[in-house]
T-cell receptor, first 116, second 113 residues
Framework: EAGVAQSPRYKIIEKRQSVAFWCNPI?????LYWYQQILGQGPKLLIQ????????DSQLPKDRFSAERLKGVDSTLKIQPAKLEDSAVYLC??????????????FGPGTRLTVT | DAKTTQPNSMESNEEEPVHLPCNHS???????IHWYRQLPSQGPEYVIH???SNVNNRMASLAIAEDRKSSTLILHRATLRDAAVYYC??????????????FGKGMKLTVNP
């Protein structure tokens, strides 16, 4: 089965510019996550979707970050305007709710963002 | 969120067993223990998980202490491909009551040829 797809793989922008990341989860996976991973740290959850609804966005900096999953499949994460501290790898993961007994989240390769 | 404590790094030799420890003294009765690993320039991948009993799968074994305050991931025969950052995670709940993973800094495993 195809894995979680993300694009672009790399992006370099200047501060105050905007950027968008795209994620296509594994087919049939209702739950989708966006994580931010700063160099040397573990991934931090930004937002979780269940189908096209937001389950948890408590750690999403809503003044500059937004995310949507309009048809319950693909998702986009946007940053506007970007700051230097947004330089990180942005990971998308998906999960098949109810796929007992596995609780495995499947991660994409990530998008490495550099803000200069 | 319940926290886990891991060494910052470990080294092992190829084809030898390696035991990766994790402490989770504040674990609750319903917390599952998950292990993920992250190879360089890749997203994390699931390794194994358990609740109370020891678990085995094709990748590794998970030994859970009787009081559940610690666990050990066992790679029976380390290969160069096992060099990665390993995360020991207690599965928690989001604000919406759904499941989430809270990653710490993890532990870097180096495998020497």
């Amino acid at each position: 089965e195809a894995g979680v797809a993300q694009s672009p793989r790399y992006k370099i922008i200047e501060k105050r510019q905007s950027v968008a990341f795209w994620c296509n989860p594994i087919s049939g996976h209702a739950t989708l996550y966006w994580y931010q991973q700063i160099l040397g740290q573990g991934p931090k959850l930004l937002i979780q979707f269940q189908n096209n609804g937001v389950v948890d966005d408590s750690q999403l900096p809503k003044d500059r970050f937004s995310a949507e999953r309009l048809k319950g499949v693909d998702s986009t994460l946007k940053i506007q305007p970007a700051k230097l501290e947004d330089s990180a790898v942005y990971l998308c993961a998906s999960f098949a709710l109810g796929s007992a007994p596995s609780y495995e989240q499947y991660f994409g390769p990530g998008t490495r963002l550099t803000v200069t | 969120d319940a926290k886990t404590t891991q060494p910052n790094s470990m080294e092992s030799n190829e084809e030898e067993p390696v035991h990766l420890p994790c402490n989770h003294s504040t674990i609750s009765g319903t917390d599952y223990i998950h292990w993920y690993r992250q190879l360089p320039s890749q997203g994390p991948e699931y390794v194994i998980h358990g609740l109370t009993s020891n678990v085995n799968n094709r990748m590794a074994s998970l030994a859970i202490a009787e009081d559940r305050k610690s666990s050990t991931l066992i790679l029976h025969r380390a290969t160069l491909r096992d060099a990665a950052v390993y995360y020991c995670i207690l599965r928690g709940l989001t604000q919406g009551g759904s499941e989430k993973l809270v990653f710490g800094k993890g532990m870097k495993l180096t495998v020497n040829p």
